[in-house]
């Protein structure tokens, strides 16, 4: 790796907003540029999404290691770019995305039998902190990683009973998730799993482009989740705040208690910087989803017209 080394990260659905998260940690951690495409922009879209003129590191993450876009992207680079290394990430050693590869990294305790993705989600985001912070040499970053999984477990109660909570007040018809930075996959990935799960219309956004346009559609049937860190807090909770003087209801995630700014907060773990933060904020998003879905009446690992892989024909 040198400097100039640029970190592609390629996915679908869920592991497409994982990519959107790692390659943010990317580059804030390793200083390199770091940028996330879905698969299909790889094949189809190569010449404005594959950087020609540096060495590039191109890591496809792929629960399942079938997805066909996914595997169409790396046999795309394996035949017309022999200047992109890559390294792919999955949960199953076993399955395409491994065989086709020389090198890739599988987190086979991660693999699940659900359609939706939970875990997989944040264990893999998990993994690429960790690579990033060893590739780093950032010891500190390293330290901070380390101490996730005892968190994630003292943490686990409190975001299951506010994910609960806050799936059963009614009266809300839209959401919209709000998360900037490493956030922003997240905040994508949470309303990917509310769709998912209960088919109801939600959105997400960068909180402080949220103003300018999509704020015009909040109204009283409008419910708004802003995910903040220590960094960006005080722009976010402006934003909370705007919200809910035009009838949204509003919650917060953020590391510390910030009182009455928001109609439902959630106080994260602090003594964490907002990067390594990342993956705590998911359960609750993801117990949310999960309790709307049975609060309806549905099975929420099983999504209308979805399945665990989409397969297609290339063409
Ligand atoms: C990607 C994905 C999931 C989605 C569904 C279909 O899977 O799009 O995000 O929830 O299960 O597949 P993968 O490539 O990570 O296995």
Not at 9 to 20: E, K, N, R
Not at 68 to 78: D, G, I, N, R
Request: a negative charge.
């Amino acid at each position: 790796m040198t400097p100039l080394t640029h970190f592609l990260f390629i996915g679908c659905g869920t592991s497409y907003y994982l990519a959107q998260s790692a390659a943010r940690a990317f580059q804030q951690v390793t200083g390199c540029v770091a940028t996330a495409v879905a698969a299909s922009e790889v094949f189809l879209a190569g010449d404005s999404t594959i950087p020609r003129n540096v060495p590039v590191v191109a890591i496809p993450i792929s629960r399942s290691g079938t997805t066909s876009e996914v595997l169409f992207a790396v046999t795309y680079l394996q035949q017309y770019h022999d200047h992109v290394k890559i390294l792919g990430l999955t949960c199953h050693e076993d399955h395409e995305l491994a065989a086709i590869l020389p090198h890739s990294i599988s987190l086979g305790h991660a693999a699940e039998q659900s359609i939706v993705m939970t875990q997989s989600f944040t264990s893999m985001l998990l993994a690429l902190q960790f690579i990033a912070a060893s590739i780093a040499q950032r010891d500190d970053l390293l330290a901070e990683l380390e101490r996730l999984p005892d968190l994630m477990n003292d943490f686990m109660a409190s975001a299951e009973a506010f994910g609960r909570r806050v799936s059963q007040r009614e009266g809300s018809g839209q959401y919209i998730f709000l998360g900037l930075g490493v956030y922003t996959g997240l905040a994508f990935e949470a309303m990917l799993k509310l769709k998912e799960m209960t088919q109801t219309p939600c959105e997400a956004y960068n909180p402080l482009e949220f103003r300018h346009g999509p704020i015009s559609i909040v109204d009283q049937k409008t419910a708004v989740i802003a995910l903040a860190g220590d960094e960006d807090l005080k722009y976010v909770t402006e934003v909370v705040s705007d919200i809910r003087g035009l009838g949204g209801y509003t919650w917060l995630m953020a590391p510390r208690q910030s009182v009455n700014v928001a109609d439902e907060t959630l106080s994260l773990p602090g003594g964490l910087s907002d990067w390594a933060r990342a993956i705590l904020y998911m359960p609750a998003l993801h117990y949310f989803a999960y309790h709307k879905a049975v609060g309806l009446g549905l099975n929420p690992d099983g999504p209308r017209h979805l399945d665990q892989v989409v397969v297609i024909q290339a063409q």
